[in-house]
């Protein structure tokens, strides 16, 4: 990959960090407005109790937790076939005094594809987040908001925007390319 391309690949990855960090900051507004609503008085009602419901309203958030990280690596490998994740295809770019190659500028019209993958993917995983509030307020505990939380943030924290990731993706995208490969 040509040093313009990186270029071009750094400079989406910067952006794409803002919008990670604010998933992160969410994520930890959630786990403080959790412990500030836990410890509120609501009056003589007491909370949820019902272990099924909770378990249920638990499985949930774990579960579109878990099928956002089984389908960022899918969407994305969708994405760099060339396959249209709506409203995401952008044209191929034409940088004022960069030559990219054909390839680099297919990926480069990629960017757009890559940057809903993740944001996607990241909000699945800020669902864990979102219901740790919701099992708090309604349990009038702290415990899950501070749980579904740390779920949140390892997940984040693990899928961070990073360039050479999706380098390596470019990568693999393009000598499967150039062998004609199944780009699976």
Avoid at 13 to 20: A, D, E, G, K, S
Avoid at 47 to 65: D, E, H, Q, Y
Avoid at 84 to 101: Q, S, V, W
Wanted: aromatic letters at 6%; glycine letters at 10%.
């Amino acid at each position: 990959m040509s040093p313009d391309f990186r270029d071009l690949v750094a400079s989406q990855q910067r952006r794409l960090t803002i919008v990670w960090g604010a998933f992160v900051a969410a994520t930890i507004l959630y786990t403080a407005l959790g412990v500030v609503l836990s410890r509120q008085e609501m009056g003589t009602t007491a909370g949820l109790s019902s272990l099924p419901i909770v378990v249920g309203i638990a499985t949930c958030g774990l579960a579109v937790a878990g099928a956002g990280a089984a389908a960022g690596r899918r969407l994305l490998t969708h994405a760099l076939q060339g396959g249209n994740i709506r409203g995401t295809t952008l044209p191929p770019p034409r940088p004022l005094g960069r030559e990219l190659t054909d390839d680099e500028r297919f990926l480069v019209s990629r960017l757009p594809a890559y940057q809903s993958v993740m944001i996607i993917t990241w909000a699945s995983y800020e669902a864990a987040a979102v219901v740790g509030l919701v099992l708090t307020i309604l349990m009038r505990d702290f415990v899950p908001a501070v749980l579904g939380s740390a779920v949140a943030l390892v997940l984040l924290a693990s899928n961070r925007p990073q360039v050479e990731p999706f380098l390596e993706e470019c990568e693999r995208w393009r000598r499967l390319h150039r062998r004609g490969g199944d780009h699976q």
